[in-house]
């Protein structure tokens, strides 16, 4: 009894590392010219392979992609496959995509949906960039009319407004240390902006960063989205703990600031800095 539990554990553990996939349902807009793609992906058995197709590739199409051990002329299965959205209706459909691994019989499926978008917000890690330091990822999330968020919106580029120029700009990828996505390298070979871009800091204060979806007719509908970011300088007074001193005595004050390197002494009087002490 102990033996055939065993192996019935055994069996239902295999099935499970075979049966896994890294998304079970996506939400893609629809195709309004340029296409946007998602990557699905199989985890489990390393011998796997499987087959890919769509229920309704009028909405949208899989292919397979190959890995470091095949090419596209020689693929007939894999573990990887790439989702286009093909249809051009701005309305709500649907198709399943299924994996069948040609070994084991097993099946494993994404079911994909395909609508408009009715509003985008921006988000951000933080509303605080730090001047001189590394820039900050801004990024569009967009949202169904039942307000259900796109897995990826790629296929969709985006005007962006920084109000005022003069706080923050526009920093491109190509001139980043940071891995951008294929659709970001996209854009940016063309001259234009995906939803997500990189800000950095030009001086201190208040700015506004605006987009707006991107000479598309039918989503001009789409309200603008906006959120308001603050650059601060990253000082430091030394000392920095709290000090006693007796009356008649004197502490020298010291302020440094790091721009993505050594912190440096501050000269005042300063044009943009200055020490002020309470009582």
């Excluded at 506004?208 to 007074?237: F, Q, Y």
Aim: proline share 5%.
């Amino acid at each position: 009894m102990i033996r055939l539990t065993i192996i019935f554990c055994l069996i239902i553990q295999i099935y499970c590392i075979t049966d896994k996939i890294n998304e079970r349902r996506i939400l893609l807009p629809y195709n309004d010219g340029i296409p946007t793609n998602f990557t699905l992906e199989t985890f489990g058995d390393e011998n796997a392979c499987y087959k890919w197709s769509s229920s309704r590739s009028d909405i949208a199409s899989v292919k397979p992609l190959p890995d470091s051990t095949t090419s596209i002329a020689t693929l007939s299965c894999s573990k990887r496959a790439l989702v286009t959205v093909v249809s051009r209706i701005p309305k709500h459909q649907s198709t399943v995509i299924t994996a069948h691994d040609l070994k084991t019989n097993l099946q494993i499926r994404c079911d994909v949906e395909v609508d408009a978008i009715s509003r985008i917000t921006i988000q951000t890690t933080t509303k605080e960039i730090v001047y001189g330091e590394l820039p900050e990822t801004i990024r569009v999330f967009a949202y169904s009319d039942k307000n259900d968020i796109f897995t990826s919106i790629g296929g969709v580029s985006f005007d962006w407004n920084l109000i005022p120029s003069d706080v923050i700009r526009y920093r491109p990828w190509s001139t980043s240390s940071y891995a951008s996505p294929d659709f970001v390298e996209y854009w940016e070979s063309r001259g234009r902006k995906s939803s997500m871009i990189l800000v950095e800091g030009v001086k201190t204060g208040s700015a506004k960063i605006r987009a707006t979806i991107n000479d598309n007719e039918s989503m001009n509908k789409v309200e603008p989205a906006e959120i308001n970011i603050h650059v601060v300088a990253n000082l430091l007074l030394l000392p920095s703990n709290d000090v006693f001193m007796v009356p008649g005595s004197t502490i020298h004050f010291r302020a440094e600031i790091s721009k993505q390197g050594p912190r440096v002494s501050l000269q005042f009087p300063n044009q943009q800095y200055y020490l002020e002490v309470y009582d």
